[in-house]
C-alpha cells in the first residue's frame, strides 16, 4: 500500500515535535505573545469563537463540552 502524500512523513513529526519540545528562550516567546495578529487571524479567531458560542450557548454547556473533551482525548 502506498503512502498518502498529504499525510506527514515520520521524519515531519520528527522535525516538528523537535521543534515544538524545544526550551524557548525568554526574549524569543516575549517576542512571540507580543506580535499582534494579522487581520485574517483575528478574524478567524473571531469566527471559530462566535461558531462555538452559537453551538454551546450557555456556560452549563460549555462546562459539558469541556469535560467530554477532557475525558475523551487522553493526557
Given at each position: ?10 521524519e ?7 521543534a515544538a519540545?524545544?526550551p524557548?528562550?525568554l526574549?524569543e516567546?516575549l ?7 494579522s487581520?485574517?487571524?483575528e ?19 460549555r ?7 477532557t ?5
Amino acid at each position: 500500500m502506498s503512502e498518502r502524500q498529504d499525510w506527514p512523513t515520520a521524519e515531519d513529526i520528527a522535525r516538528v515535535r523537535e521543534a515544538a519540545e524545544r526550551p524557548l528562550p525568554l526574549e524569543e516567546f516575549l517576542a512571540w505573545i507580543n506580535t499582534p495578529m494579522s487581520e485574517e487571524e483575528e478574524a478567524e479567531a473571531l469566527s471559530l469563537i462566535n461558531w462555538f458560542m452559537r453551538r454551546y450557548p450557555t456556560p452549563a454547556e460549555r462546562l459539558a463540552y469541556a469535560r467530554r473533551m477532557t475525558r475523551h482525548w487522553p493526557r
